[in-house]
């Protein structure tokens, strides 16, 4: 069955064709089509509540592309995923009913939680269970409580989805805490390069927002697995890819250190400055600091002192429960 998924969220557009084949409870996906383009729809939503219209139009002309490819590609089922901005955004519901207006697209809000566990799966579809190792900071093993858990973290541009379980099955706790790269950067790094007092500001937020939305008795897991732009960025830079490779970047284990590296070299840097590293993809620029900063801060609250990248995310989770049937467009759609 031909599927393809939409991901609409806070700094991009993504689109996912694939093909589902395989036995009923055994699912493979086959993908044909993946691409990602920076549309900044959530750019300034933080402080106004609303969508902007720069911000809109430059949305729109993404999806009018991906609806005509929609078309030639022929899916049996697709489906648009609205997630962290058009959750906030007053005007979110009025834009989506333009776009399934427009463009034939049918769509879902997801909530925060719901978000957390596909990317749980997503995350979890590609990698076997024994690629993630799990070690504290000071180099010393997991306990054994921690061993059979995963932590999955999805860093998104208006928020984090944290979920926790084993690898290849159900997460058995999800939160979803907004703390996103661009709405951090909005907020607080209001300079270029940012200033002292801002950084520490940023962080002293962060950790009071991670800690408050997790409690202390889930802080245990065996090892992490990082999905979405911010990990593969920070892999891509550590790897010094001038173009991005996909096979280099997925299963690799990127250590505490190494972000700590990499937010020491992006602090005094201009947002130019960071865009002419190695790795650092057009439009993450100004938002890879607090991206890192975040993945840094969630690390540290659970104890690891490394994180797996994967690849694949929300996208392959959304499209094998779309094809399964668990997961179908809002009332009115």
Known sequence: MKVAIVDLGTNTCRLFLARVAGAAGAPRLEEDERLTRVVRLGEGVDRRGRLA????ARTRACLADYAARLVAYGPARRLLLATSVLRDAADGRAFLAAVRRDFGLPTRVLAGEEEAR????????LLPADAVVGRRPDGGPVTAAAAGRLLLVDV????????VGPAGGEPSWVVSVDVGAVR???RFLRHDPPRADEVAALEAH????????????????GGALGVA????????????????????????LLTLADIDEAVA????LTHAGRAALPGVQPGREDVILAGALIAREVLRLFGLAAVRCSESDL???????????GLAPDAGD
């Open 53 to 56: 219209p720069a911000a809109v």
């Open 118 to 125: 596909l990317s749980f799966r997503g995350g979890t579809a």
């Open 156 to 163: 998104g541009g208006g928020s984090t989805e944290l979920a």
């Open 184 to 186: 951090l950067t909005e």
């Open 206 to 221: 962060l950790r009071r927002e991670l800690a408050a939305a997790v409690p202390a008795t889930r802080r245990a897991a």
């Open 229 to 252: 732009g911010t990990f593969t960025t920070l892999v891509a830079l550590r790897l010094g890819l001038r173009e991005y490779d996909r096979s280099r970047v997925h299963g690799h």
């Open 265 to 268: 070299r992006f602090l005094p």
């Open 315 to 325: 996208l392959e989770g959304a499209a094998l429960a779309l094809c399964e049937g």
